[in-house]
């Protein structure tokens, strides 16, 4: 599927006008790679993060949820925040100050230290000691060191409608804003974790890439995706299928809304979109999530008039991560946040006849990235 004009706008560098004192743009991609000497399989993500562009440029500015300064002080920094999860699960992020941040104004060109993002490749690395990540609880950082090399071929993207067009992203009435670039990513090249060297080939990569902008984070805050689905009517993996879920519960114009998710799932070559602010299609998402025992469970039901879509997610927790962010008025309220890169499950998919449900089908599904947060 070709990317538009107007997808690449919604993936540019956001933070001009409004945006350069109370709110962040974050890119978010997430893998598979294989260790090279052991063919083992591990799940990586690397997300490029600023913050408050004009509070502080020239310096690197941690927010008053870690400063001893009781007057209110907002966050300002490029972060690079690159890990895994599975086995020794963890978060390294290194920060620079915005004065170092290169940014092209008309396609997606970051450039800060060692890292660069672009449409079509990765490249960077992150580090930091044991002793820095333990002394200084603003970093919000594990230890440990990763570095880059890739390249992206996004191939299904998700464009959530109208409330991401050109004039709500000059007003910003939402608090909180997404964009899946790359539902379904192809990634190709190589990562070292902490002296691993791990391969990353296209086909077996299971990739995904999107971005958020905004002035705060949602809450309750959910998330799952994934493009490794293997048809359990077939047997067949499904080459041509990727799902994603997001939301929580948006502010417009400063006012809460009730509970809401965006549903998008993509079944060789249909698609199927349960859209709250499409109102005209009268579709509805609920979901549960616990997390008792060993499991985090994530289900998911979406339904309009035509389609039923059901979804049950599981990853171990002790797979996962409570991943670290600093919201742009300084505070940090989401400090169980979890998130993680090895999901698996079920998605089923029916058509509504009549007063039945004719199933079109039932997948298992692997490689699922999975969040939720709620304080």
């Not at 690397?46 to 300064?69: D, H, K, L, M």
């Not at 993207?157 to 670039?181: C, D, I, K």
């Not at 990513?185 to 958020?212: C, M």
């Not at 041509?240 to 948006?250: A, E, K, L, T, Y």
Request: hydrophobic share 35%; proline share 3%; with cysteine.
């Amino acid at each position: 599927m070709a990317i538009s004009r107007e997808n690449r706008r919604k993936n540019l560098y956001m933070l001009r006008g409004l945006g350069r004192k109370n709110s962040y743009d974050w890119w978010w991609h997430s893998f598979t790679g294989y260790n090279k000497i052991t063919g083992e399989p591990k799940s990586f993500f690397i997300e490029y993060f600023v913050i408050n562009p004009a509070v502080s440029p020239r310096t690197v500015q941690f927010g008053n949820a870690f400063s001893a300064v009781k007057k209110s002080q907002k966050p300002s920094y490029v972060m690079i925040k690159a890990g895994a999860w599975g086995n020794d699960a963890k978060q390294i992020h290194n920060f620079y100050p915005v004065k170092d941040l290169s940014c092209n104004k008309h396609r997606l060109d970051l450039r800060v230290g060692s890292c660069t993002l672009t449409e079509k490749n990765l490249t960077g690395s992150v580090s930091l000691n044991f002793s820095e990540a333990h002394n200084h609880p603003e970093y919000m950082s594990s230890s440990g060191s990763m570095s880059w090399n890739l390249q992206m071929d996004k191939q299904i993207p998700y464009n959530v409608g109208y409330g991401t067009s050109g004039l709500f992203r000059s007003l910003w009435p939402f608090e909180m804003y997404w964009h899946a670039q790359g539902v379904k990513t192809l990634y190709a090249g190589s990562v070292i974790l902490d002296g691993e060297e791990y391969t990353v080939t296209p086909q077996r990569s299971f990739g995904y890439a999107d971005k958020n902008w905004g002035r705060d984070f949602t809450n309750p805050w959910l998330w799952l995706s994934s493009c490794n689905l293997i048809s359990l009517i077939s047997g067949q993996r499904l080459k041509n299928s990727c799902f994603d879920i997001g939301g929580g519960r948006p502010k417009f114009l400063g006012r809460q809304m009730k509970k809401k998710l965006l549903f998008y799932f993509y079944h060789e070559g249909d698609e199927y979109e349960f859209n709250f602010s499409k109102f005209w299609k009268k579709s509805t998402v609920k979901y549960t999530f616990t997390q008792n025992g060993p499991l985090a469970h994530w289900a998911v039901t979406a339904e309009n008039k035509k389609y039923f879509i059901d979804v049950d997610v599981y990853c171990k927790k002790s797979d996962m991560l409570f991943i670290n962010y600093t919201a742009p008025n300084g505070l940090k309220l989401h400090n169980n946040l979890w998130n993680g890169g090895t999901g698996y499950g079920e998605i089923r998919l029916y058509k509504k006849v009549k007063k039945n449900l004719e199933t079109i089908e039932h997948a298992r599904i692997e490689n699922c990235g999975c969040e939720y947060g709620e304080y």
